[in-house]
């Protein structure tokens, strides 16, 4: 390289020092955008007209937010990890969580990067120590957050995964996106994704309505 | 640049981004790069006609097929850079949507912070912060978009 680039290069390193957090590992940048799909869930819960509150796994309010670092099991105690309570009034409430294992129908545990819950199948597990099953999921997200076009192999992955899982709601959520994977995804009426999630654009606001439908069904069954 | 000179930003920045802690982003674009670029070939007569992106196209006929392109390497450093430029924005975005989220968010607790925390018989026990205080994505991104700005307009000088 040039004297210029080198510059140039050396002043883009010095400009990225320190990393930030969010950046350190693959798995923060995951972390922050699970987060953000549970605060759609949240706000949809609430369009919907549910209230919403927040408990650790200990059942104590929190005083901070500790999200797992996917995946987990629900009934881990060794952060005071904190879930959303949606209650709808009319239907047994439910727990929205971040990075949990699920029992699929072969009866082998899957990670849902936001799951929502039937409360009494997630209290049964806590005290238990078991993973909730997928038949108690209302909906269940897979998340992906990825700084290039979507590898093929992650469009697969969902693919096999929901065809394990229960939930009436899965859905596949990108921050990019990838043509060909939206191909795959697309081939089939009964698989809801999202790409280019990201807050502020439009895409965000097509979720946070799936999520709606969600509690919508809910609340009618 | 010449394709010799672009490939020398492409490994000198991948090093450099490694080097930071940023091999999970170079990983994945090392990865689309191998693939390479996903093409529909359409063939009449035998004779294959010019490949084109790959479009979200459900049709299909017995004349059209994929294949791949493999980057160039004034595609390959873009790929990088765009993938550092997603990393740094949709971080900055997040961390703000969130903690705005929660802030505003009575029922949440007043900390505004969250903290993302493994299972330690899964998978580690560090913990890190990553929405609270400042938003250091943003504070990044902020000093290194316009050099990437700047890296882009001079391999775009060929």
């Known amino acids: 390289v040039t004297p210029d680039e080198a510059q140039l290069l050396a002043e883009i390193r010095s400009a990225l020092t320190p990393l930030p957090p969010s950046l350190v590992n693959s798995s923060h940048g995951s972390d922050i955008f699970e987060a953000y799909i549970l605060t759609l869930v949240v706000a949809a819960a609430r ?22 670092t996917s995946p987990g099991h629900i009934y881990s105690r060794l952060h005071p990890y904190t879930h959303a309570i949606i209650d709808f009034g009319t239907r047994p409430p439910l727990e929205a969580h971040v990075g949990i294992l699920v029992a699929g129908r072969s009866h082998v545990p899957h990670e849902c990067d936001v799951a929502v819950l039937d409360r009494a199948e997630a209290e049964d597990c806590r005290r238990n ?4 099953r997928s038949t108690k999921l209302t909906l269940s997200v897979e998340a992906k957050f990825y700084t290039t ?67 919508h069904h809910y609340k009618a069954r | 640049m010449t394709d010799e000179e672009l490939d020398e930003v492409f490994s000198y920045l991948s090093a450099l981004l490694s080097d930071l802690g940023l091999n999970w982003l170079v990983a994945q674009v090392n990865e689309e790069i191998q693939v390479g670029r996903i093409v529909t070939r359409t063939f009449h007569h035998g004779e294959p006609e010019e490949a084109e992106p790959l479009y979200l196209n459900t049709k299909t006929t017995g ?20 993938a550092v430029r997603v990393a740094l924005a949709d971080c900055a975005n997040l961390e703000a949507a969130v903690g705005q989220f929660f802030s505003d968010d009575s029922a949440a607790p007043s900390a505004g912070v969250v903290i993302s925390a493994p299972d330690r018989e899964i998978s580690g026990d560090n913990e890190v912060v990553i929405v609270g205080g400042d938003n250091h994505a943003a504070t990044a991104a902020q000093r290194t978009l316009p050099l990437l700005d700047e890296l882009t307009r001079r391999t775009a000088e060929q």
Do not use: H
Request: proline share 6%; charged share 20%; glycine share 6%.
């Open chain 1, 47 to 68: 369009f919907e007209g549910g209230t919403v509150t927040y408990e650790t796994v200990n059942g104590t309010a929190p005083a901070q937010f500790f999200f797992r």
């Open chain 1, 149 to 215: 076009t979507l590898s093929l192999n992650l469009a697969r992955a969902f693919i096999g995964l929901i065809s394990d899982l229960s939930t009436s709601f899965p859905c596949f959520v990108a921050n990019t996106t990838s043509p060909s994977a939206m191909r795959l995804l697309a081939a089939r009426k009964d698989r809801d994704w999202f790409d280019q999630v990201m807050a502020g654009r439009p895409s965000v606001d097509l979720l946070r309505a799936f999520f709606a439908t969600a509690f």
């Open chain 2, 63 to 82: 004349k059209t097929v994929i294949g791949t392109d493999p980057y160039r390497p004034v595609d390959r450093v873009n790929l990088l850079v765009s």
């Open chain 1, 129 to 132: 120590r078991t993973e909730p």
